[in-house]
């Protein structure tokens, strides 16, 4: 079939009030991915020694016998995934949903979303949100957007990642999702994860893809089509300072990483009331995220390693296709080609 493309934003010039909206929209996101967690975190700790310390009691003792639910499929709420401000985000930059194959609803899918970026905008937006139709676009499909397991640690951030149908990539979560009884599941796996995201630099194409090869296994395990997924754009919303490696402070990142599971990175964006100061919104560059075609994938409990590297071969080959026939339309340079590390 042709390329489809979720029904893109009215191009007539913005008023101020609009314009205001949409910075608003993208404004809060930063904010609320970056401080959200620590907040709830720290204030539910500081509330059990003041006098309101019963209203931390009873949310640990929620929280110990809710322990287990984002492993079990999460609590999603179509009301918050449906929310205005997601247009307006959607808006800003802005983020457009391409598909290029059908994807039946009477199977389920992996995902692979490359590259991470900071903020991995584009795949909120268009996966864990329907500010871009995901749903009219394919129907019948459940999106699960799969992110650090850490976060469910998190109190009341928790939930909130929750209602917009984020789940632990792990493995117990992601084998309960792709185990339901209905078909249609599609999870959604940021492949080069934390690491992916120290090389996040405008107008580089680099992918920590070489030896990750647990999504290919899950594939396998469960008998789902593989769909390689790209994010034009999403490496240019922000300015990264990109330390060489081996250096110590690439060292610093890494060790970060292995001990919290993220890494820290040094980015900034334009500011607030300036375009020409540093902030943390982030610069209006167009995200377009373009679904590949499904790579038929068969079940096999107990992937041999052969298997394995095959399909991961093919997942790479198709990723390489995809961006060959959507660059030049998505205004990235003929000569661009994708790097894995």
């Known amino acids: 079939m042709g390329v489809a493309t979720a029904p893109s934003p009215p191009t007539t010039s913005k008023t101020l009030q609009k314009q205001h909206l949409e910075a608003v929209g993208a404004y809060q996101y930063v904010l609320t991915f970056l401080f959200m967690g620590p907040f709830f975190f720290l204030l539910v700790f500081v509330l059990l020694f003041t006098s309101l310390w019963t209203f931390s009691v009873v949310y640990l003792v929620w929280l110990y016998m809710d322990w287990d639910t984002p492993n079990q499929g999460g609590r999603r709420s179509e009301w918050i995934r449906n929310q205005a401000i997601w247009r307006q985000l959607r808006d800003y930059y802005p983020v457009k949903l391409v598909k290029t194959a059908e994807l039946p609803p009477d199977q389920n899918y992996v995902l692979g979303a490359h590259p991470h970026g900071i903020m991995c905008t584009g795949f909120l937006c268009n996966f864990s949100t329907e500010s871009n139709g995901f749903s009219q676009l394919f129907p019948g499909l459940r999106p699960w957007l799969a992110v650090l397991a850490g976060l469910f640690y998190l109190p009341v951030y928790r939930d909130y990642i929750m ?15 792709l185990s339901q009884p209905q078909l249609g599941q599609a999870v959604v796996i940021m492949v080069g994860g934390a690491h992916e995201a120290l090389y996040s630099v405008p107008g580089e194409h680099c992918l920590t893809l070489q030896k990750r090869k647990g999504f290919v296994r899950l594939a396998l395990r469960h008998g789902a089509s593989l769909v390689p997924v790209y994010s034009f754009g999403e490496n240019d919303i922000f300015r990264l ?91 990235v340079p003929a000569s661009t080609c994708l790097t894995f590390i």
């Open 163 to 177: 209602s917009f149908g984020l789940c632990p990539v792990s493995r117990q979560s992601l084998d309960f999702i």
């Open 241 to 331: 300072k990109a330390f060489a490696t081996g250096s110590w402070q690439h060292w610093c990142q890494l060790t970060f990483k292995k001990l919290m599971g993220f890494s820290p990175c040094i980015f900034w964006g334009r500011g607030l009331f300036s375009a020409t100061s540093w902030g943390l919104l982030p610069f209006a560059v167009p995200i377009t995220t373009v679904v590949g075609r499904p790579i038929p994938v068969p079940q096999h409990l107990r992937p041999t390693e052969e298997e394995v590297n095959h399909y991961h071969a093919l997942y790479m080959k198709a990723l390489e296709q995809l961006l060959e026939e959507h660059k030049e339309s998505c205004g």
